[in-house]
C-alpha cells in the first residue's frame, strides 16, 4: 500500500456517497418509502436506488478504484477515467430518480427520465468496469480477494443490464416480450445480484485484505475462503444465468434459481465469518480499533440478516417480512461495514497524503492518532442501535417508530461524517506534528476543492 499511488477521485466518490445515505435517511424519518408505503410503490424504489447506487455503489466503486491497485499490486488502467464515471453516474442516478417521482405523481417535465438515468447509469458503470476490469487483467493470475471483486463486478454487468431493461420498457423505449416479462418478473434477480454479488460479494473481497492490512493479520489463503469464493461465485452465475432461462426459455419462475443460490450464498456466509473470526483470533495488533470492533457488529447483522431470511423463506414470506429483512441487510451489514471502513479508509489515506513522503524524515504520527475513537464511538454504538429499533419497527409495521429510529441513525450519520471531516482537516493531530509544521488544506470533496 505504501508504494501505490493515491487516487484522486477516491474521495469524491467517498462525499457523494455520504451526501447520498444522509439523503436516504432524511426521506425515511419524512415517512418516504418502506414501511410508510408499500414496498412496490414508486417512493420506496427512489428511497431504495437512492442507497443502493447514490450510496453503497458509489462508496464500493470509490474504495475499488483506491484499493484494486493494492490487491494486484498494478497501477489502475485508466487513473482519470473515475471522474467521467462519477459525473455519469450522479447525472443519471438523478434523472432516474426523477423518473420514479414521475411515477408517483410528481410534477416533472416531459422527459423520458428513466430511459436517460438508464444511459447514464450503464455509462458510468462500463466505464469503470473497464477500468477495474482491465487492472486486473493486466495482473493475472490473480489473488483470493482480487478474485472475490471479479466475481462481483461481473454480478454488477447483470444488474445494470437488468436495470437498463426496466428503465427502458417502463419509458416506454422496448415493447419486445422478452423484456416485458423481464420487467415483470425479474426484480428478485436485480435485487439478489446486487445486494448479495455485486455489493456483498466485492464487500468481502476486499474486507479479506482490508481487515489483515490494517489488524496486521497473516494474509494466507485458507480452504475455507476458498469454498467461501466457489459457493459465492456458483451462487451469483445461478442468479445471472438461472434466472433469466427459467423464465424466457422454460416459462418458469424464478424461485428456484433463488433458493439454490441462497443455500450456496449461506454457505459461503458462513465460511466468511468462519474466515473474519480467524483474522480477529490471529491479528499482531494487541489492541482492537474501533473500526475493527464496528466490523464485528456489521457481521453479527449479516448472521441474522441471513437467518431471518431463512426463517421468513421458510414460513412462507410477506411484503413487510422481506422488507424488514433488506432494510436490516442493508442499513445493518452493508451500511455499517461502510461506516466502519471509512473511518479507518479516510484517516489512512490523509494519513498517506500528509506523511507518506516524510516517513524516516521526521517523527510522524500514527495513523490512529488522526482520530478520536472516545468521540466516535457513541455515534457509531447509536447508529446500531437505530439499526436495530428501526428494523424491528418495519418488521411489526410501527410507522412512527420506525421514523424515530431513522432520525436516530441520521444523526449519528451526520456526526460519523462530522469525524471524517475532522480527520481531513488533521484536527485531532498536536500542532508539533502537523506536516510542515502548519495546518494543511486537504480535498473533502473534488481535487479543487
Avoid at 27 to 50: D, I, K
Avoid at 166 to 181: I, K, V
Wanted: proline content about 5%.
Amino acid at each position: 500500500m505504501f508504494g501505490a499511488s493515491l487516487s484522486r477521485w477516491t474521495m469524491s466518490y467517498f462525499a457523494a456517497a455520504l451526501a447520498a445515505l444522509l439523503g436516504a435517511e432524511v426521506l425515511m424519518v419524512a415517512g418516504v418509502g418502506f414501511p410508510s408505503q408499500p414496498v412496490t410503490a414508486p417512493q420506496t424504489l427512489v428511497l431504495v436506488h437512492l442507497v443502493a447506487i447514490g450510496w453503497l455503489s458509489l462508496l464500493i466503486s470509490g474504495a475499488l478504484i483506491q484499493f484494486v491497485p493494492v490487491l494486484v499490486t498494478k497501477p489502475l488502467a485508466h487513473p482519470e477515467l473515475p471522474a467521467v464515471a462519477l459525473a455519469l453516474l450522479t447525472a443519471g442516478l438523478g434523472s432516474l430518480l426523477l423518473g420514479f417521482l414521475g411515477m408517483a405523481g410528481f410534477s416533472v417535465s416531459a422527459m423520458p427520465w428513466l430511459p436517460l438515468g438508464a444511459i447514464g447509469l450503464a455509462s458510468g458503470f462500463a466505464l469503470n468496469l473497464w477500468n477495474l476490469g482491465r487492472t486486473l487483467w493486466s495482473a493475472r493470475p490473480i489473488a483470493l480477494p482480487a478474485r472475490f471483486v471479479a466475481a462481483g463486478l461481473l454480478s454488477l454487468v447483470g444488474v445494470v443490464t437488468l436495470g437498463t431493461i426496466f428503465s427502458l420498457t417502463l419509458g416506454g423505449w422496448m415493447t419486445n416480450a422478452a423484456f416485458l416479462r423481464l420487467t415483470s418478473e425479474a426484480i428478485p434477480l436485480h435485487a439478489a445480484l446486487g445486494l448479495g454479488g455485486w455489493l456483498t460479494f466485492t464487500a468481502m473481497g476486499v474486507s479479506y485484505r482490508l481487515l489483515a492490512m490494517f489488524m496486521l493479520a497473516p494474509e494466507a489463503e485458507h480452504r475455507t475462503s476458498r469454498i467461501a469464493f466457489a459457493a459465492g461465485a456458483v451462487a451469483i452465475l445461478v442468479v445471472l444465468i438461472g434466472g433469466p432461462v427459467c423464465l424466457l426459455i422454460f416459462g418458469q419462475g424464478v424461485i428456484h434459481p433463488l433458493l439454490a443460490a441462497f443455500a450456496l450464498a449461506l454457505v459461503s456466509i458462513a465460511l466468511y465469518g468462519h474466515d473474519i473470526v480467524r483474522l480477529y483470533r490471529t491479528r499482531k495488533r494487541p489492541r482492537i480499533e474501533l473500526n475493527a470492533r464496528v466490523v464485528a457488529w456489521a457481521l453479527g447483522a449479516l448472521g441474522l440478516a441471513a437467518l431471518l431470511l431463512l426463517a421468513v423463506t421458510a414460513l412462507g414470506p410477506t411484503d413487510r417480512d422481506i422488507g424488514g429483512v433488506v432494510f436490516l441487510f442493508v442499513f445493518g451489514w452493508l451500511t455499517g461495514l461502510g461506516l466502519a471502513k471509512l473511518y479507518k479508509i479516510v484517516a489512512f489515506l490523509t494519513w498517506l497524503e500528509c506523511y507518506g513522503g516524510l516517513l524516516g524524515k521526521r517523527p510522524t504520527p500514527r495513523v490512529q492518532d488522526l482520530v478520536n475513537e472516545p468521540r466516535a464511538m457513541p455515534w457509531f454504538s447509536l447508529y446500531f442501535a437505530g439499526v436495530g429499533v428501526a428494523s424491528l419497527a418495519a418488521f411489526l409495521g410501527a410507522h412512527l417508530v420506525f421514523r424515530c429510529a431513522a432520525f436516530a441513525m441520521l444523526i449519528a450519520t451526520a456526526k460519523i461524517c462530522f469525524e471524517l471531516v475532522l480527520t481531513r482537516n488533521l484536527a485531532a493531530v498536536p500542532e508539533a506534528m502537523l506536516p510542515n509544521g502548519h495546518r494543511v488544506r486537504l480535498r473533502l470533496h473534488l481535487p479543487i476543492l
